[in-house]
Protein backbone atom coordinates (compact mmCIF):
# COMPACT_ATOMS: atom_id res chain seq x y z
CA UNK A 1 0.00 0.00 0.00
CA UNK A 2 1.61 3.20 -0.73
CA UNK A 3 1.23 6.54 1.18
CA UNK A 4 1.79 10.00 0.33
CA UNK A 5 3.95 12.54 2.42
CA UNK A 6 2.85 15.45 3.55
CA UNK A 7 4.69 18.40 2.70
CA UNK A 8 5.44 21.35 5.31
CA UNK A 9 3.80 23.58 3.69
CA UNK A 10 0.82 21.40 3.00
CA UNK A 11 0.93 21.62 6.84
CA UNK A 12 1.45 25.17 7.01
CA UNK A 13 -1.77 25.70 4.91
CA UNK A 14 -3.78 23.21 6.57
CA UNK A 15 -3.30 25.42 10.05
CA UNK A 16 -3.84 28.25 8.27
CA UNK A 17 -7.32 27.44 7.15
CA UNK A 18 -8.12 25.55 10.54
CA UNK A 19 -7.46 28.88 12.10
CA UNK A 20 -9.77 30.50 9.45
CA UNK A 21 -12.56 28.14 10.71
CA UNK A 22 -12.77 26.24 8.18
CA UNK A 23 -13.93 22.63 8.79
CA UNK A 24 -11.92 19.32 8.91
CA UNK A 25 -14.31 18.41 5.59
CA UNK A 26 -13.11 21.95 4.17
CA UNK A 27 -9.40 21.89 4.80
CA UNK A 28 -9.36 17.82 3.44
CA UNK A 29 -10.51 18.94 0.13
CA UNK A 30 -8.49 21.93 -0.45
CA UNK A 31 -5.47 20.65 1.06
CA UNK A 32 -5.98 17.47 -0.81
CA UNK A 33 -4.98 14.79 2.05
CA UNK A 34 -8.05 12.72 4.28
CA UNK A 35 -9.95 13.70 6.77
CA UNK A 36 -8.13 11.56 9.37
CA UNK A 37 -4.74 13.37 8.39
CA UNK A 38 -6.60 16.40 8.93
CA UNK A 39 -7.69 15.19 12.48
CA UNK A 40 -4.23 13.42 13.46
CA UNK A 41 -2.27 16.82 12.44
CA UNK A 42 -5.01 18.90 14.57
CA UNK A 43 -4.53 16.68 17.62
CA UNK A 44 -0.92 17.45 17.36
CA UNK A 45 -1.19 20.57 17.34
CA UNK A 46 -3.66 21.19 20.26
CA UNK A 47 -1.30 18.57 22.39
CA UNK A 48 1.75 21.09 21.00
CA UNK A 49 -0.31 24.19 22.19
CA UNK A 50 -1.85 25.17 19.47
CA UNK A 51 -5.41 26.80 19.16
CA UNK A 52 -7.71 27.81 16.35
CA UNK A 53 -7.87 31.32 17.54
CA UNK A 54 -4.12 31.62 18.73
CA UNK A 55 -1.22 32.19 17.13
CA UNK A 56 0.18 30.96 13.55
CA UNK A 57 2.81 27.81 14.38
CA UNK A 58 6.20 29.02 15.00
CA UNK A 59 9.07 26.77 13.40
CA UNK A 60 9.27 24.44 16.72
CA UNK A 61 5.69 23.76 15.91
CA UNK A 62 6.21 22.68 12.14
CA UNK A 63 9.36 20.58 13.31
CA UNK A 64 6.95 18.65 15.25
CA UNK A 65 4.35 18.07 13.08
CA UNK A 66 6.46 17.31 10.25
CA UNK A 67 7.27 14.10 12.61
CA UNK A 68 3.77 13.17 11.54
CA UNK A 69 4.82 12.99 8.16
CA UNK A 70 6.42 9.08 8.31
CA UNK A 71 3.33 7.40 7.09
CA UNK A 72 5.47 4.46 6.16
CA UNK A 73 3.35 1.41 7.64
CA UNK A 74 5.39 -0.61 10.23
CA UNK A 75 6.35 -4.04 9.00
CA UNK A 76 7.10 -2.60 5.28
CA UNK A 77 10.29 -2.75 3.81
CA UNK A 78 12.28 -0.03 3.54
CA UNK A 79 14.54 -0.76 0.28
CA UNK A 80 12.60 -2.67 -2.27
CA UNK A 81 16.59 -3.34 -3.97
CA UNK A 82 17.65 -4.85 -0.77
CA UNK A 83 14.66 -7.43 -1.21
CA UNK A 84 15.41 -7.83 -5.40
CA UNK A 85 18.81 -8.48 -5.59
CA UNK A 86 19.32 -10.19 -1.85
CA UNK A 87 18.53 -13.66 -3.95
CA UNK A 88 21.07 -13.17 -6.01
CA UNK A 89 23.96 -11.75 -3.74
CA UNK A 90 26.36 -14.98 -4.12
CA UNK A 91 25.88 -14.36 -7.75
CA UNK A 92 26.72 -11.27 -7.69
CA UNK A 93 29.80 -11.97 -5.67
CA UNK A 94 30.97 -14.44 -7.61
CA UNK A 95 30.79 -12.35 -10.97
CA UNK A 96 32.38 -10.01 -9.13
CA UNK A 97 35.45 -11.18 -7.52
CA UNK A 98 35.70 -14.62 -10.00
CA UNK A 99 34.77 -13.56 -13.30
CA UNK A 100 35.93 -9.79 -12.51
CA UNK A 101 32.49 -8.78 -14.69
CA UNK A 102 31.83 -4.99 -14.35
CA UNK A 103 28.91 -3.38 -12.78
CA UNK A 104 26.91 -2.82 -16.09
CA UNK A 105 27.47 -6.41 -17.12
CA UNK A 106 26.17 -7.61 -14.11
CA UNK A 107 22.83 -5.61 -14.61
CA UNK A 108 22.63 -6.92 -17.94
CA UNK A 109 23.00 -10.66 -16.62
CA UNK A 110 20.53 -9.77 -14.02
CA UNK A 111 17.68 -8.20 -16.46
CA UNK A 112 18.35 -11.39 -18.44
CA UNK A 113 17.53 -13.40 -14.98
CA UNK A 114 14.21 -11.23 -14.53
CA UNK A 115 15.53 -9.03 -11.65
CA UNK A 116 15.85 -5.50 -13.25
CA UNK A 117 17.24 -2.79 -11.11
CA UNK A 118 18.28 0.34 -11.99
CA UNK A 119 22.44 0.90 -12.24
CA UNK A 120 22.62 3.24 -9.53
CA UNK A 121 20.46 1.15 -7.02
CA UNK A 122 22.97 -2.20 -8.34
CA UNK A 123 25.86 0.05 -7.16
CA UNK A 124 25.08 0.74 -3.92
CA UNK A 125 23.36 -2.44 -3.08
CA UNK A 126 27.31 -3.75 -3.99
CA UNK A 127 28.90 -0.74 -1.89
CA UNK A 128 26.56 -2.03 1.48
CA UNK A 129 27.74 -5.64 1.17
CA UNK A 130 31.24 -4.34 1.19
CA UNK A 131 32.73 -4.89 -2.14
CA UNK A 132 32.82 -1.19 -3.52
CA UNK A 133 32.40 2.31 -2.23
CA UNK A 134 30.20 4.53 -2.13
CA UNK A 135 29.67 7.43 -3.96
CA UNK A 136 31.71 10.46 -2.63
CA UNK A 137 30.20 13.35 -1.05
CA UNK A 138 30.95 16.55 -1.94
CA UNK A 139 30.68 20.49 -0.88
CA UNK A 140 30.68 23.38 -2.70
CA UNK A 141 33.35 25.88 -2.42
CA UNK A 142 33.08 29.28 -0.83
CA UNK A 143 33.13 32.30 -2.67
CA UNK A 144 36.32 33.66 -3.69
CA UNK A 145 37.01 37.74 -3.76
CA UNK A 146 37.15 38.90 -7.51
CA UNK A 147 40.89 38.02 -9.08
CA UNK A 148 41.98 36.11 -5.83
CA UNK A 149 42.02 32.53 -8.08
CA UNK A 150 42.27 30.93 -10.86
CA UNK A 151 42.63 27.32 -11.79
CA UNK A 152 44.20 25.92 -14.80
CA UNK A 153 44.04 22.00 -16.74
CA UNK A 154 44.92 20.81 -19.75
CA UNK A 155 42.73 18.74 -21.84
CA UNK A 156 42.66 16.49 -24.69
CA UNK A 157 40.65 18.41 -27.72
CA UNK A 158 41.52 15.47 -30.61
CA UNK A 159 43.73 15.20 -33.68
CA UNK A 160 45.27 17.82 -36.26
CA UNK A 161 47.16 17.66 -39.36
CA UNK A 162 49.89 19.89 -38.69
CA UNK A 163 50.80 21.68 -42.08
CA UNK A 164 54.48 22.07 -41.03
CA UNK A 165 54.99 17.85 -40.48
CA UNK A 166 52.26 17.14 -42.70
CA UNK A 167 51.47 14.32 -39.62
CA UNK A 168 48.83 13.62 -37.06
CA UNK A 169 49.46 15.81 -33.59
CA UNK A 170 47.45 15.56 -30.82
CA UNK A 171 45.89 18.93 -29.94
CA UNK A 172 45.73 19.79 -25.73
CA UNK A 173 43.68 22.51 -24.11
CA UNK A 174 45.31 24.91 -21.59
CA UNK A 175 42.34 26.42 -20.06
CA UNK A 176 42.33 29.37 -17.41
CA UNK A 177 39.37 29.85 -15.82
CA UNK A 178 38.88 32.50 -13.12
CA UNK A 179 36.90 30.98 -10.25
CA UNK A 180 34.96 34.83 -9.38
CA UNK A 181 33.40 35.62 -12.89
CA UNK A 182 33.76 32.35 -14.50
CA UNK A 183 35.55 33.68 -17.59
CA UNK A 184 37.49 31.66 -19.33
CA UNK A 185 40.69 31.59 -22.22
CA UNK A 186 41.42 28.58 -24.52
CA UNK A 187 45.12 28.20 -25.53
CA UNK A 188 45.78 25.20 -27.56
CA UNK A 189 49.26 23.80 -27.65
CA UNK A 190 50.98 20.40 -29.39
CA UNK A 191 53.07 19.70 -25.75
CA UNK A 192 53.28 20.82 -22.21
CA UNK A 193 56.66 21.73 -22.18
CA UNK A 194 58.01 24.67 -20.07
CA UNK A 195 58.17 27.17 -23.08
CA UNK A 196 54.88 26.16 -24.52
CA UNK A 197 53.00 26.78 -21.08
CA UNK A 198 54.45 29.73 -20.28
CA UNK A 199 53.73 31.06 -23.85
CA UNK A 200 49.95 30.05 -23.35
CA UNK A 201 49.90 31.68 -20.19
CA UNK A 202 51.36 35.09 -21.48
CA UNK A 203 48.63 35.09 -24.05
CA UNK A 204 46.32 34.40 -21.59
CA UNK A 205 47.59 37.35 -18.84
CA UNK A 206 47.47 39.38 -22.25
CA UNK A 207 43.50 37.85 -22.98
CA UNK A 208 42.36 39.33 -19.17
CA UNK A 209 44.29 42.20 -19.23
CA UNK A 210 46.09 41.27 -15.72
CA UNK A 211 47.25 38.24 -13.76
CA UNK A 212 45.42 36.77 -10.51
CA UNK A 213 46.53 36.55 -7.19
CA UNK A 214 47.08 32.54 -6.97
CA UNK A 215 46.99 30.31 -9.64
CA UNK A 216 45.33 26.89 -9.30
CA UNK A 217 47.28 24.29 -11.65
CA UNK A 218 47.53 20.95 -12.78
CA UNK A 219 50.44 18.61 -11.69
CA UNK A 220 51.77 18.43 -15.00
CA UNK A 221 55.78 17.84 -15.69
CA UNK A 222 57.03 20.67 -16.22
CA UNK A 223 56.09 23.08 -13.28
CA UNK A 224 55.25 20.25 -10.60
CA UNK A 225 59.05 18.24 -9.77
CA UNK A 226 57.60 15.73 -7.21
CA UNK A 227 53.38 15.77 -6.93
CA UNK A 228 52.35 15.33 -3.04
CA UNK A 229 49.26 16.10 -1.15
CA UNK A 230 50.44 18.02 1.24
CA UNK A 231 54.09 19.32 0.23
CA UNK A 232 54.48 19.28 -3.48
CA UNK A 233 57.38 20.71 -5.15
CA UNK A 234 57.59 23.01 -7.62
CA UNK A 235 60.27 22.93 -10.89
CA UNK A 236 62.87 26.21 -10.57
CA UNK A 237 62.18 27.18 -14.26
CA UNK A 238 57.95 27.42 -13.49
CA UNK A 239 58.84 29.09 -10.12
CA UNK A 240 60.85 31.79 -11.39
CA UNK A 241 58.25 32.25 -13.85
CA UNK A 242 55.44 32.71 -11.25
CA UNK A 243 57.64 35.37 -9.42
CA UNK A 244 58.39 37.27 -12.07
CA UNK A 245 54.43 37.52 -13.12
CA UNK A 246 53.67 37.96 -9.36
CA UNK A 247 50.99 35.01 -8.83
CA UNK A 248 51.24 32.36 -6.18
CA UNK A 249 51.27 28.58 -7.86
CA UNK A 250 49.11 26.12 -5.94
CA UNK A 251 49.70 22.51 -7.25
CA UNK A 252 46.02 20.58 -6.61
CA UNK A 253 46.58 17.38 -5.35
CA UNK A 254 46.95 14.48 -7.30
CA UNK A 255 44.13 12.40 -8.66
CA UNK A 256 41.67 15.22 -6.68
CA UNK A 257 39.94 17.02 -9.49
CA UNK A 258 37.47 18.49 -6.72
CA UNK A 259 40.39 21.25 -5.64
CA UNK A 260 39.57 22.75 -9.01
CA UNK A 261 36.44 21.59 -10.20
CA UNK A 262 35.58 25.00 -12.09
CA UNK A 263 38.18 24.26 -14.94
CA UNK A 264 37.56 20.15 -14.83
CA UNK A 265 33.77 21.13 -16.04
CA UNK A 266 35.25 23.30 -18.58
CA UNK A 267 37.19 21.10 -20.59
CA UNK A 268 34.13 19.13 -21.94
CA UNK A 269 32.38 22.18 -22.99
CA UNK A 270 35.13 23.55 -24.81
CA UNK A 271 35.84 20.26 -26.33
CA UNK A 272 32.26 19.93 -27.61
CA UNK A 273 31.21 23.87 -28.21
CA UNK A 274 34.65 24.68 -29.83
CA UNK A 275 37.02 21.86 -31.74
CA UNK A 276 34.64 19.58 -32.40
CA UNK A 277 33.29 20.50 -35.88
CA UNK A 278 35.47 23.24 -36.62
CA UNK A 279 38.17 23.88 -39.30
CA UNK A 280 41.28 25.40 -38.89
CA UNK A 281 44.11 26.08 -40.94
CA UNK A 282 47.21 25.53 -38.58
CA UNK A 283 48.33 25.95 -34.71
CA UNK A 284 48.09 29.64 -35.33
CA UNK A 285 44.76 30.12 -36.87
CA UNK A 286 43.33 26.93 -34.14
CA UNK A 287 44.73 29.72 -31.28
CA UNK A 288 42.93 32.61 -32.95
CA UNK A 289 40.17 31.43 -33.29
CA UNK A 290 40.10 30.07 -29.59
CA UNK A 291 40.95 33.67 -28.39
CA UNK A 292 37.66 34.43 -30.32
CA UNK A 293 35.49 31.86 -29.28
CA UNK A 294 36.45 32.53 -25.77
CA UNK A 295 35.71 36.38 -25.68
CA UNK A 296 32.28 36.18 -28.18
CA UNK A 297 30.73 32.63 -27.26
CA UNK A 298 32.16 31.53 -23.64
CA UNK A 299 32.28 34.90 -22.55
CA UNK A 300 28.42 35.85 -23.72
CA UNK A 301 26.92 32.61 -22.47
CA UNK A 302 24.74 32.58 -19.51
CA UNK A 303 26.23 30.42 -16.69
CA UNK A 304 24.71 27.59 -14.74
CA UNK A 305 25.44 28.63 -11.53
CA UNK A 306 26.19 32.15 -11.46
CA UNK A 307 23.10 33.03 -14.10
CA UNK A 308 25.24 36.11 -15.38
CA UNK A 309 27.42 36.56 -18.73
CA UNK A 310 30.71 35.80 -17.60
CA UNK A 311 32.03 38.21 -20.02
CA UNK A 312 29.94 41.25 -18.05
CA UNK A 313 30.90 40.09 -15.04
CA UNK A 314 34.41 40.19 -15.68
CA UNK A 315 34.43 43.71 -16.75
CA UNK A 316 32.08 44.83 -14.10
CA UNK A 317 33.29 43.18 -11.08
CA UNK A 318 36.76 41.69 -11.79
CA UNK A 319 39.01 42.89 -13.82
CA UNK A 320 40.17 45.80 -11.82
CA UNK A 321 41.32 43.22 -9.11
CA UNK A 322 43.76 41.78 -11.33
CA UNK A 323 47.42 42.05 -11.05
CA UNK A 324 49.02 44.28 -13.54
CA UNK A 325 50.81 42.35 -16.20
CA UNK A 326 53.95 44.08 -17.58
CA UNK A 327 54.89 44.38 -21.47
CA UNK A 328 58.10 42.71 -20.44
CA UNK A 329 58.59 38.96 -22.19
CA UNK A 330 60.08 36.24 -19.93
CA UNK A 331 62.56 34.15 -21.11
CA UNK A 332 62.20 30.78 -20.03
CA UNK A 333 64.65 28.72 -18.42
CA UNK A 334 65.93 25.92 -18.39
CA UNK A 335 67.21 24.10 -15.17
CA UNK A 336 69.19 21.05 -15.29
CA UNK A 337 70.87 18.57 -12.64
CA UNK A 338 74.18 17.79 -14.30
CA UNK A 339 77.68 15.85 -13.68
CA UNK A 340 80.97 17.27 -14.22
CA UNK A 341 83.08 15.11 -16.77
CA UNK A 342 86.76 14.13 -16.16
CA UNK A 343 87.48 16.72 -18.64
CA UNK A 344 85.79 19.38 -16.95
CA UNK A 345 82.77 20.17 -18.96
CA UNK A 346 79.49 19.24 -18.66
CA UNK A 347 77.00 18.57 -21.17
CA UNK A 348 74.08 21.27 -21.19
CA UNK A 349 72.00 20.32 -24.15
CA UNK A 350 74.03 19.59 -27.05
CA UNK A 351 76.93 22.00 -25.77
CA UNK A 352 79.95 21.61 -23.92
CA UNK A 353 80.93 24.44 -20.93
CA UNK A 354 83.45 24.34 -19.10
CA UNK A 355 83.83 24.26 -14.88
CA UNK A 356 86.26 25.53 -12.24
CA UNK A 357 88.09 22.79 -11.37
CA UNK A 358 88.72 24.36 -7.80
CA UNK A 359 84.65 24.73 -7.34
CA UNK A 360 83.47 22.01 -9.47
CA UNK A 361 85.92 18.99 -9.78
CA UNK A 362 85.06 16.12 -11.88
CA UNK A 363 82.07 14.16 -10.36
CA UNK A 364 79.93 17.16 -8.96
CA UNK A 365 76.61 17.11 -9.47
CA UNK A 366 75.83 20.67 -10.47
CA UNK A 367 72.78 22.55 -11.42
CA UNK A 368 72.80 24.44 -14.63
CA UNK A 369 70.23 27.14 -15.64
CA UNK A 370 70.52 28.38 -19.44
CA UNK A 371 67.97 30.99 -20.94
CA UNK A 372 68.58 32.17 -24.69
CA UNK A 373 71.61 34.13 -24.12
CA UNK A 374 73.23 32.80 -21.08
CA UNK A 375 73.99 29.81 -19.27
CA UNK A 376 74.78 29.86 -15.27
CA UNK A 377 76.42 26.58 -13.56
CA UNK A 378 75.52 26.43 -9.56
CA UNK A 379 77.20 24.35 -7.08
CA UNK A 380 75.42 24.03 -3.82
CA UNK A 381 73.21 27.44 -4.60
CA UNK A 382 76.31 29.06 -5.36
CA UNK A 383 77.10 30.16 -8.77
CA UNK A 384 80.63 29.14 -9.63
CA UNK A 385 80.78 29.84 -13.79
CA UNK A 386 79.02 31.64 -16.20
CA UNK A 387 78.57 30.85 -20.44
CA UNK A 388 77.48 32.76 -23.33
CA UNK A 389 74.56 30.40 -24.56
CA UNK A 390 75.86 28.27 -27.83
CA UNK A 391 74.06 26.27 -30.74
CA UNK A 392 74.42 22.83 -30.55
CA UNK A 393 77.85 21.00 -31.11
CA UNK A 394 79.35 24.32 -30.08
CA UNK A 395 82.54 24.18 -26.72
CA UNK A 396 83.01 26.92 -24.61
CA UNK A 397 85.98 26.72 -22.72
CA UNK A 398 87.52 28.46 -20.14
CA UNK A 399 91.24 27.75 -19.99
CA UNK A 400 90.83 29.18 -16.31
CA UNK A 401 88.87 26.59 -15.36
CA UNK A 402 91.64 24.00 -15.50
CA UNK A 403 93.95 22.97 -12.74
CA UNK A 404 96.97 25.14 -13.16
CA UNK A 405 99.15 21.69 -14.17
CA UNK A 406 97.14 21.17 -17.23
CA UNK A 407 96.99 24.80 -17.81
CA UNK A 408 99.69 24.73 -20.63
CA UNK A 409 97.73 22.13 -22.25
CA UNK A 410 94.66 23.59 -22.72
CA UNK A 411 95.86 26.28 -25.72
CA UNK A 412 98.13 24.66 -28.39
CA UNK A 413 99.66 28.04 -28.75
CA UNK A 414 103.72 28.77 -28.51
CA UNK A 415 103.55 32.53 -27.06
CA UNK A 416 101.92 30.86 -24.30
CA UNK A 417 104.10 28.77 -23.61
CA UNK A 418 107.53 30.99 -23.73
CA UNK A 419 105.24 33.00 -21.70
CA UNK A 420 104.72 30.61 -19.04
CA UNK A 421 108.59 29.58 -19.34
CA UNK A 422 109.68 33.45 -18.76
CA UNK A 423 107.55 33.11 -15.53
CA UNK A 424 109.89 29.87 -14.43
CA UNK A 425 113.19 32.07 -14.80
CA UNK A 426 115.42 33.99 -17.02
CA UNK A 427 117.28 31.16 -19.14
CA UNK A 428 114.18 28.74 -19.17
CA UNK A 429 112.61 31.80 -20.94
CA UNK A 430 115.49 32.53 -23.36
CA UNK A 431 115.67 28.40 -24.00
CA UNK A 432 111.92 28.42 -24.53
CA UNK A 433 112.41 31.59 -26.80
CA UNK A 434 115.56 30.17 -29.28
CA UNK A 435 113.51 27.07 -29.18
CA UNK A 436 110.17 28.33 -30.60
CA UNK A 437 111.37 31.25 -32.88
CA UNK A 438 111.38 30.10 -36.29
CA UNK A 439 108.69 30.09 -38.98
CA UNK A 440 107.77 26.72 -37.86
CA UNK A 441 106.95 27.06 -33.93
CA UNK A 442 104.19 24.49 -33.90
CA UNK A 443 106.74 21.62 -34.87
CA UNK A 444 108.49 22.28 -31.69
CA UNK A 445 105.54 23.12 -29.47
CA UNK A 446 105.76 19.47 -28.07
CA UNK A 447 109.73 20.20 -26.66
CA UNK A 448 108.11 23.34 -25.17
CA UNK A 449 105.45 21.56 -23.41
CA UNK A 450 108.09 19.28 -22.33
CA UNK A 451 110.36 22.16 -20.99
CA UNK A 452 107.75 23.24 -18.75
CA UNK A 453 106.74 19.69 -17.46
CA UNK A 454 110.87 19.06 -16.22
CA UNK A 455 109.88 22.04 -14.07
CA UNK A 456 107.22 20.23 -12.26
CA UNK A 457 110.06 17.30 -12.02
CA UNK A 458 112.99 18.78 -10.91
CA UNK A 459 112.07 22.25 -9.91
CA UNK A 460 112.16 25.47 -11.60
CA UNK A 461 115.87 26.36 -9.80
CA UNK A 462 117.55 23.19 -11.20
CA UNK A 463 115.59 23.99 -14.78
CA UNK A 464 116.94 27.53 -14.41
CA UNK A 465 121.11 26.31 -13.92
CA UNK A 466 120.42 23.38 -16.78
CA UNK A 467 119.22 25.99 -18.92
CA UNK A 468 122.09 27.94 -18.49
CA UNK A 469 124.39 24.99 -19.40
CA UNK A 470 122.89 24.26 -22.62
CA UNK A 471 122.63 27.63 -23.50
CA UNK A 472 126.55 28.25 -22.81
CA UNK A 473 127.13 24.72 -25.50
CA UNK A 474 124.54 26.55 -27.60
CA UNK A 475 122.22 22.68 -26.81
CA UNK A 476 118.99 24.07 -28.29
CA UNK A 477 117.38 20.76 -27.13
CA UNK A 478 114.69 19.86 -24.75
CA UNK A 479 116.36 16.12 -24.86
CA UNK A 480 119.84 17.46 -23.90
CA UNK A 481 118.18 19.41 -21.12
CA UNK A 482 116.96 16.44 -19.37
CA UNK A 483 119.97 14.59 -19.80
CA UNK A 484 121.72 17.60 -17.87
CA UNK A 485 119.19 16.95 -15.28
CA UNK A 486 119.01 13.42 -14.90
CA UNK A 487 123.02 12.96 -14.61
CA UNK A 488 123.17 16.62 -12.03
CA UNK A 489 125.82 18.12 -14.91
CA UNK A 490 123.73 21.73 -13.66
CA UNK A 491 126.02 21.73 -10.69
CA UNK A 492 129.27 21.59 -12.08
CA UNK A 493 131.08 24.89 -13.29
CA UNK A 494 131.28 25.90 -16.72
CA UNK A 495 134.85 25.42 -18.42
CA UNK A 496 136.42 28.96 -19.41
CA UNK A 497 135.96 30.60 -22.60
CA UNK A 498 139.19 31.32 -24.51
CA UNK A 499 138.93 34.36 -26.55
CA UNK A 500 142.10 33.56 -28.60
CA UNK A 501 140.51 30.22 -29.67
CA UNK A 502 140.47 30.38 -33.50
CA UNK A 503 137.17 29.62 -35.12
CA UNK A 504 136.74 26.15 -36.83
CA UNK A 505 137.53 26.50 -40.47
CA UNK A 506 135.03 25.05 -42.92
CA UNK A 507 135.29 21.97 -44.55
CA UNK A 508 137.50 21.14 -46.94
CA UNK A 509 135.32 19.61 -49.80
CA UNK A 510 132.16 21.79 -48.77
CA UNK A 511 129.97 22.79 -51.77
CA UNK A 512 127.94 25.92 -52.43
CA UNK A 513 124.83 26.22 -52.43
CA UNK A 514 124.36 26.04 -56.22
CA UNK A 515 125.06 22.78 -56.43
CA UNK A 516 121.92 21.78 -54.77
CA UNK A 517 119.99 23.56 -57.23
CA UNK A 518 118.27 20.70 -59.81
CA UNK A 519 116.51 23.17 -61.91
CA UNK A 520 117.51 22.59 -65.89
CA UNK A 521 119.92 25.08 -67.04
CA UNK A 522 118.72 27.19 -70.09
CA UNK A 523 120.15 26.02 -73.18
CA UNK A 524 122.00 29.43 -74.44
CA UNK A 525 121.06 29.61 -78.42
Not at 155 to 177: C, E, H, M, T
Not at 326 to 333: E, L, T
Not at 335 to 350: A, I
Not at 436 to 448: S, V
Amino acid sequence: MAFREVSRVEILELMRRWQAGESRRQIAQHVGVSRNTVRRYLEAAVTAGLSATGPPPSEEHLATLLQLGDTTPSGASTNPTEQLLSPYRGRIDAWLHCEHLTLTRISELLAQSGCVVPYTSLRRFVARAGWGKLPKSTVRLVDTRPGDYAEMDFGLLGYFVDPDSQRKRAIWALVVVLVYSRHLFVWPLFDQTLASVIDGLEATWRFFGGVPHRLILDNFPAAVAQPDPLAPRLTKGFLEYAQFRGFLPDPARPSHPQDKPHVERAIPYVRERFFKGGSFRSLADLCAQADRWSREVAGQRVHGTTHRLPLVTFHDDEQRYLLPVSDQPFDPPLWRTLTVHPDHHVDFLGVLYSVPATLGPPGSRVEVRGDRKVVKIYLRDRLIKEHLRLARGQRATDPADYPTELTIYTQRAPDRVRQQAHALGSSIGDLADRLLTGPLPWAKLRQGQKLLRLAERYTPARLEEACQRALAFDLIDVRRVERILVQALEREALPPLDPNRPLPLPARFARSGEAFVHHPQEMSQ
